[in-house]
């Protein structure tokens, strides 16, 4: 047993949520910003609260100015995605000063819509704990495990349709993982049926979330960069599902006329890794 | 007649209510916008004109954008209620805003939002203040409603989102369609990034 001596305590709130009740729930933390559950407008409507601190360490002119820089950055490519038609959270407000009452506490933020469902990663985890559960089925190719085959095959080519989609609109996500596409399932009780023994479900919408590393390109370099780390996080995550990710591919290839050129560039970067020819 | 509705706006402070009022066929526009010019201050109302209002939460995310702002010091126009107006445009041009979404003298449909900034203000005293002054038809503020008076392409254009997907089929029991909710959140974006530089 570990013994922990202080219990985490997140950054106060910006003094907006400070008197929210019930207050925002966290989510999740990185190193950049902080994930809240919580509602807008009324008490009914869920809405996703992400704060940047502000950071201690940094003089505040310059913390001001890269934060609102970030924010706004991430705001701007959701709202022009939302444009476009892409599956992502739509921004609902926003407040990029950051400078929140007397104390400069706070930091900035963005409500953003609530995405149902769990991360691709969840689905896909799901999937592999069936399939090592039930071996016996997959070395029989019964008709249960072709079924759920092809279903993980449907999901991973609307991963590339997404991804596509994303792409056409000329933005680069910077972190595509299976933790940042979430499904949102086509019927709302999808999370039934597990106990059963039954296959778990795949079916759903792709929404691509956390912008935070995103930006403008078109270029196939910038898109092929994309797509190998997203071929990389399926490697290292889901081993099991990854002699499938071809289906990611063509369904990449299939939903913008560009396509082929990133899948070109995509063989050269799987040479070399993410990084550029660094030389000297 | 039950035609006001206020509602607690979330994270906004308890201690600022917000009213709002629909009326249709209004008759007094021209005085109700004297009024506004002449600065008077029992008409200290965001007086909007409900062709450019698409949806409830359209004009409520105005609200929560100007009063937040409101509760940072950083009004750009007059007062909050001003502000609301303004914050209902995606550009910066605060003159400009006001005849885009505020009343004009051939307004008919006029959506009425006023906060509560002191507590002398309540919901009767905001119920019998419209009554006596508003020369119109009390409708209730619902998207129903709001989806027979609004002016698509009006707003279409004043955000400049003309070349998004149309729809015209419309949805049963005022549920909006695929469409209408792709612009929707086309205008919360907007409306949360302006100023943005």
Known sequence: MTTTTETYRPPPLPSLFAT???????????????????????????????????????????????????????????????????????????????????????????????????????????????????????????????????????????????????????????????????????????????????????????????FGLAGQSASDEDRAVDLYVLERAFGSTHPRTEPLFPEVLQGYRESYKGAAGALKKLEEVRMRGRKRSMLG | MASLETLHISHLPASLPVHVALYRDVQNAPFLRQQLLSGNKDFEYALIDASVVFSRTHALVAVFRAVNDYLNNRLKSRNVHSEIVFSLSPANNIADSFRKFGLTDSTKDLLIIKVSLTPDITHESVEAHLQEHIQGTPVPFDDEILSTIRDVAKIKKVYKLGSLPSSTTKEANGTLSDGDRQLEKCLLGAIALRGAT
């Open chain 1, 20 to 210: 929210t009740t019930p207050p925002p729930t966290l989510l999740t933390q990185g190193a950049e910003a902080h994930l809240y559950k919580t509602v807008f407008l009324d008490a009914s409507t869920p809405a996703a609260l992400k704060i940047r601190p502000s950071k201690p360490y940094r003089h505040p002119i310059l913390d001001r100015r890269l934060t609102r820089q970030r924010v706004l950055h991430e705001a701007r490519c959701l709202v022009k995605l939302i444009r476009e038609g892409v599956n992502v959270p739509a921004v609902l407000a926003m407040d990029w000063e950051g400078q929140n009452g007397e104390s400069g506490q706070g930091g900035s933020w963005i409500l953003m819509e609530w995405i149902d469902g769990a991360p691709v990663r969840v689905a896909l985890e799901r999937w592999e704990a069936w399939l090592a559960k039930n071996k016996g089925l997959a070395e029989q190719n019964t008709p249960q495990y072709q079924e759920g085959t092809t279903r993980v095959r449907d999901l991973l080519r609307r991963v590339g349709q997404t991804v596509g989609a994303l792409h056409k609109a000329g933005v680069i996500h910077g972190d595509l993982t299976t933790s940042n596409l979430m499904l949102r399932p086509w019927k709302a009780d999808a999370e039934v049926a597990l106990e059963a023994g039954e296959c778990p479900s795949v079916d759903g919408d792709i929404v691509l979330i956390d």
